[in-house]
């Protein structure tokens, strides 16, 4: 494929997509879909073996470059990224998804290739603080134009002084809300489907990594089934940890009431089926699948360490992370919940895909 897709389009390399299409990956597919007819073109280079939604993104005209992980050598990495601006000259923006700091070892090459950085965060917190507090500095110094999906996150990413000096802009993670909205007709299939017609189903989503609290959605269905003798969970996600939270699962006696479903791409239709949702984060920056999740009409519960930004319908609720009686408690209420459209409080609050044109203005303003 050319490097231009015709005149006058302006092609972005972006970083940040990896194999899981998580909540970084579904918001960089909907902006491709959102600035389709705009005469931009985004490609993207990634230090994964492969990335979620490449067949979409290849027929939006886009570009894929394979680099070595800095897990394999810094030095590599940064040859392959040498090469690729030394080619493509055309890439005088780059725009960086990014869940730490640490990705200003990446960000050195187009930094000391003089290519205008576009730093975009979407997390609340990191696995290695250390770390992360040690990079700040160099990818702040580094990086032209400052992106967050909440306030938490662009305080955690580039600190409280630079978050309120700079004009930080705030991205909400928008969602097709028509697609997510309550439809029973998809929750009988999908329920028949599953074969849990007559279950009490309570739903997860997420990578089965530290940050998830994996064996805290355990330690949750553990306590629920003390009071609902008919609960199971969906639990949709892969992860480094899912050996380690099936064995903890078989020691808390509910491996059985657990349906590992894997990577999906039918996650609205399994919260349709589902009664309530749990998301017992150690940290978070906005969760795009909450948003989800309450555009389905489901009650949402969260954990207290999640950004208060995130509750932008009544279903949402935040929980302390360890109380699980009070999740057991919060679970039980859900059942009087009474399942109708949340589209238009989606569309009001700003997170509907075809209702962002003011925010995606705002961002190609700052990635051109």
């Not at 993670?173 to 697609?179: E, F, L, M, R, V």
Request: charged share 25%; with cysteine; net charge positive.
């Amino acid at each position: 494929m050319s490097n231009t897709m015709g005149t006058g389009v302006r092609r972005i390399l972006v970083y940040g997509m990896s194999d899981n299409p998580g909540g970084i990956e579904t918001y960089l597919l909907n902006l491709v879909k959102a600035t389709r007819n705009r005469n931009i073109c985004f490609d993207f280079v990634t230090d994964f073996p492969e990335i979620a939604y490449k067949e979409e993104l290849l027929n939006a005209g886009g570009k894929v470059y394979y680099i070595p992980a800095k897990s394999n050598g810094v030095f590599q990495q940064w040859r392959a990224l040498r090469k690729i601006f030394k080619e493509h000259p055309e890439y005088s923006s780059v725009y960086f998804n990014v869940l730490n700091a640490g990705a200003a070892f990446t960000m050195a090459v187009p930094w000391y290739m003089r290519r205008k950085i576009i730093v975009h965060s979407h997390n609340g917190s990191a696995d290695n603080i250390r770390l992360h507090n040690l990079c700040r500095p160099f990818m702040v110094a580094m990086s032209s134009e400052f992106v967050s999906c909440s306030r938490l996150a662009a305080e955690f990413m580039f600190g409280k002084k630079t978050a309120k000096k700079k004009d930080v802009l705030i991205i909400p993670n928008a969602i097709d809300a028509a697609k997510y909205d309550f439809q029973k007709s998809i929750r009988d299939e999908e329920r028949k489907k599953l074969k849990i017609e007559n279950k009490f189903v309570l739903c997860h989503i997420g990578r089965i990594v530290y940050q998830k609290n994996p064996k805290g959605v355990v330690d949750i269905l553990k306590q629920c089934q003390k009071s609902l003798k008919d609960v199971i969970l969906l639990w949709a996600g892969e992860g480094d940890m899912k050996e380690e939270v099936e064995e903890y699962a078989k020691e808390q006696g509910v491996f059985d009431q657990i349906r590992f479903l894997g990577v999906r791409r039918d996650v609205y239709r399994l919260l349709q089926a589902a009664d309530c949702f749990i998301l017992p984060s150690i940290y978070e920056g906005l969760p795009i699948v909450a948003i989800e999740a309450q555009a389905a009409g489901l009650p949402c519960l969260l954990s207290d360490r999640i950004t208060r930004e995130t509750k932008i319908t009544q279903l949402a609720e935040f929980l302390p992370i360890n109380d699980l009686k009070m999740w057991e408690r919060a679970i039980i209420e859900s059942k009087n919940c009474t399942r109708i459209s949340r589209k238009k409080e989606i569309i009001d609050a700003g997170y509907d895909l075809r209702h962002q044109e003011e925010s995606i203005n705002k961002l190609l303003q700052k990635i051109l």
